[in-house]
């Protein structure tokens, strides 16, 4: 131990060399720190507080309803909003602090004081948000904190709204986007049907149902017309073959004879298509037995012949002086009966056509159903997602109607930044205590390094350490001529001075306290 | 008064009142005939061991004027620097004189003082070292001025007229004793510098020098040769003359020289040397204080 304390003395001894090196490094660090901290200005702090209530009413009722937004991220994403360039360019711009800048290099510094000096804290019990800031002149600081807090408030219900309507944008265009779809999907449903029309099976029932009733159609069409065929057969060979003149005891045909014929063969008709249990049948048979008792009563009286023209069919004009009535509702009948057959004849054609058609189709029907099916159910996918986005849509609605209406999120100032009217900074007692340590510790550290740059002897104990050779001994150092003064000695010296600059340093220290604004004033820093 | 102060002025006295000598301070019976003349003039020759009488000239050593001239200690630290001295000269004399004369190195009864730089305080510890071993009962000393180019030794003693090393070494006609010179100090010769010659480290270096040396130390076996010589980092002469000497007291100034210089003036010194150390213009530590109140003390119950 005690060797170490030597070691240390020597070490000692060999800073003391430079002692008066110390002395006026110590002396000039404190000069000009005590002035700076002197010339410095004062710091005003405007500083606001914010009330977030998060414990809303709303809360309980919403949930599941709609959307939540957790207060907590909002706030960080608001203490990054807040110090953002766009909200900061806003800040400067409306508080005037870009005068301050005359280019934007400038600015940009400016940017970045602001950021760096624009404190944010949040106690997350209490729900308090403080917002601080200092600068020399109290009004601005003030300006500055109460821009923050309109940008704040401002901007923390735009995050909603804006993320509201972004969500309700988004619907919307999923929507319109399914709504496309839809109408694509009817579209097709329809076109298909069109194209297929013949073949749908809701239409006429099934395909062979279609099938079966066309064959018996064309047959029930077939015999008709066979049956029509007949009759025309018989019908011209009455024309043709027959007299002109009905006469004789056949004479020309009575009256009931004719209505006769006329029935029967409108009886004949009517079978074709009717049942017996038909009424028109059944009033034709009671008319046909009527007459026919007429007929075998004997009311049949001929009427005497008739010279009448009548334009045959090849144009040529003859006496119709074989014209009776029967040969004209012969004639007639003929005619109608040939319509009829031709009527019969297209119907026939077009359901064999129709026949041929459905056959040939007998593949692709299955097909076509199939289709049809898959069409159809592209359709209900579509109208279900279609439905199911609406709803979403209803229920953002809600949710942003709520927020808006109910303002789930309270913001209520509870300090607004005043002016500051004492300043709060800078401490200068404590400055120029710093100032004091730095200028001793200067000292030292000037005595010390060039101790270690011009390294030296200081006792026989580190010569023998240092050098491998005998060391016989050392020689004072004396002093000649008459003893020194005590103001040339150099160590009470060294004490003295530091001790001035002590006593300068309290000096400074109750300047600083006392005379501060009256000696800015003078040197014309600053607001007082 | 310091103890040379009192032995010389008791010589006077002694020789005043041509009484046998009855001083505090006994002096012992000589092994060699100590030279007759206590005369202060000069003047007179001396029986030398091998007859051939010793230095011829003489000057005077004013101790007081020495003071004055700051080149040696002062009165209060007299006690201290005496005692320090003697610590350092035993240690640096005792191997000297068990050594034969033939070793290799002239005749090994030289002692080199040198140091790094200018400026270290040779000359002081040189001087104060001669006067030191000068009060040795077993041995002489003879003070070489061999700094030509400074010669401060030879401005303390006045003896810049006076021929000296260089005219001896190129003259090989000199005879030592025309040009070493005795003081007034028992004890003590000094050899001058001699006048100044660009080729002072030829000089050292030659033979010549190893001779001289050599016939000194035939002449007078008992004669401790001390050469102030100048810094080894400054010129070549201290490594000219270490060519012939072994034995190398190093002087560090205290709170001066760095340690890299000592280290490239030892360096350039070379191989085979016993080379010693001493630290000069020590500041007063807890060694020192206590070591120099003992003697002051003493000393004040003597007066």
Not at chain 1, 12 to 39: D, E, K, N, P, Q
Not at chain 2, 85 to 100: D, G, T, V, Y
Not at chain 2, 241 to 256: D, F, K, P, W, Y
Request: charged share 25%; aromatic share 6%.
């Amino acid at each position: 131990m005690g060797k170490q304390i030597v070691e240390l003395l020597d070490q000692l001894r060999g800073l003391w060399r430079f002692h008066w090196h110390a002395v006026a490094t110590a002396w000039i660090i404190a000069i000009m720190g005590f002035s700076i901290v002197y010339l410095m200005p004062d710091s005003y702090q405007a500083k606001a507080k914010v009330y977030v209530d998060t414990e809303s009413v709303l809360r309980p009722l919403l949930q599941g309803i709609a959307v939540q937004r957790d207060v907590t991220t909002q706030m960080n994403m608001m203490s990054s909003m807040l110090l953002s360039r766009p909200t900061l360019e806003r800040v400067i711009h409306e508080t005037g602090l870009d005068v301050r800048a005359q280019n934007i290099r400038d600015q940009e510094k400016l940017i970045e004081d602001l950021k760096t000096k624009i404190d944010l804290e949040s106690s997350g019990h209490s729900n308090t948000f403080t917002i601080t800031y200092k600068d020399k002149d109290p009004e601005l600081a003030r300006n500055v904190v109460q821009t923050l807090l309109d940008v704040f408030m401002e901007d923390t219900v735009g995050i909603k709204r804006t993320d509201a309507g972004m969500a309700s944008k988004f619907l919307q265009e999923q929507i319109k986007e399914y709504e496309k779809r839809l109408v694509e999907a009817e579209d097709r449903l329809a076109e298909f049907k069109k194209r297929n029309v013949g073949l749908m099976p809701g239409q006429s029932g099934d395909y062979y149902t279609r099938l079966q009733n066309l064959i018996t159609s064309v047959e029930n069409l077939r015999s008709r017309y066979n049956v029509l065929d007949g009759r025309r057969a018989e019908i011209r060979k009455q024309l043709s073959g027959e007299a002109p003149t009905f006469g004789g005891e056949k004479g020309m045909p009575s009256p009931i004879d004719e209505q006769l014929v006329q029935s029967r063969a409108r009886l004949d008709q009517l079978l074709v298509q009717y049942t017996d249990k038909h009424p028109e049948v059944v009033a034709l048979r009671e008319q046909i037995a009527r007459l026919e008792k007429d007929k075998a009563e004997g009311r049949n009286k001929p009427s005497g012949p008739v010279v009448m023209t009548t334009t045959t069919s090849d144009g040529r004009t003859v006496p119709m002086v074989n014209v009776n009535p029967v040969y004209q509702n012969l004639r007639l009948t003929l005619s109608q009966t040939d319509a009829e057959m031709a009527e019969v004849r297209t119907q026939m054609n077009d359901q064999e056509r129709q026949i041929a058609e459905l056959r040939s189709k007998v593949n692709t029907i299955p097909d076509v159903e199939a289709q049809l099916a898959q069409l159809n159910r592209d359709y209900e996918v579509n109208k279900t997602q279609h439905a199911a986005r609406l709803q979403r849509l209803e229920s953002a609605r809600i949710s942003g109607e709520a927020d808006e209406s109910a303002d789930q999120t309270k913001f209520k100032v509870v300090e607004p930044p005043v002016k500051p009217k004492l300043p709060v900074g800078p401490k200068r007692p404590l400055m120029l205590a710093a100032v004091l340590a730095v200028a001793l510790g200067g000292a030292c550290g000037v005595a010390f390094l060039l101790d270690q740059l011009r390294p030296c002897f200081t006792s026989t104990e580190a010569l023998k350490k240092a050098i491998n050779l005998p060391v016989l001994g050392s020689v004072s150092d004396v002093r000649y001529g008459a003893p020194l003064r005590w103001w040339r000695k150099s160590a009470p010296m060294v004490m003295w001075s530091m001790g001035l600059l002590v006593c300068v340093f309290v000096a400074s220290v109750i300047a600083v306290q006392r005379l501060s604004p009256a000696v800015r004033a003078l040197l014309g820093l600053g607001v007082a | 008064m310091s103890i040379v102060e009192k032995a010389i002025s008791k010589r006077r006295a002694q020789a005043a009142a041509g009484a046998p000598s009855q001083s505090a301070v006994r002096m012992p019976q000589p092994e060699i005939p100590v030279p007759e003349s206590e005369s202060l003039t000069a003047g007179a020759a001396s029986q030398m061991p091998d007859g051939t009488g010793g230095p011829k000239a003489q000057i005077e050593v004013d101790i007081a004027r020495l003071r004055s001239i700051e080149a040696i200690a002062p009165e209060y630290a007299d006690a201290r620097i005496t005692d320090e001295f003697r610590r350092i000269k035993w240690p640096l004399l005792r191997p000297l004189l068990a050594l034969e004369p033939s070793d290799g190195f002239g005749s090994g009864r030289e002692i080199m003082v040198t140091s790094s730089v200018p400026e270290e305080g040779k000359t002081f510890v040189t001087l104060n070292l001669a006067l030191s071993i000068a009060h040795e009962k077993d041995c002489t000393v003879l003070l070489v001025d061999a700094d030509v180019a400074k010669p401060k030794l030879t401005r303390t003693f006045e003896a810049q007229d006076r021929r000296g090393l260089t005219d001896l070494l190129v003259d090989k006609s000199l005879d030592l004793y025309d040009v070493i010179l005795k003081t007034s100090i028992e004890g003590l010769w000094f050899l001058p510098a001699g006048y100044s010659n660009p080729l002072a480290p030829e000089l050292l270096a030659s033979h010549r020098l190893k001779d001289i040396m050599q016939q000194i130390a035939a002449r007078d076996p008992r004669r401790v040769i001390l050469f102030d010589s100048p810094p080894l980092l400054a010129t070549n002469e201290a490594q000219a003359l270490g060519q012939h000497i072994r034995n190398v007291l190093m002087v560090i100034r205290a709170e001066s020289t760095a340690p890299a210089l000592v280290a490239e003036a030892l360096a350039a010194l070379g191989e085979g040397k016993q080379v010693s150390c001493i630290l000069n213009r020590a500041p007063r530590n807890l060694s020192n204080s206590y070591y120099g109140s003992y003697y002051n003390y003493g000393q004040n119950n003597k007066t």
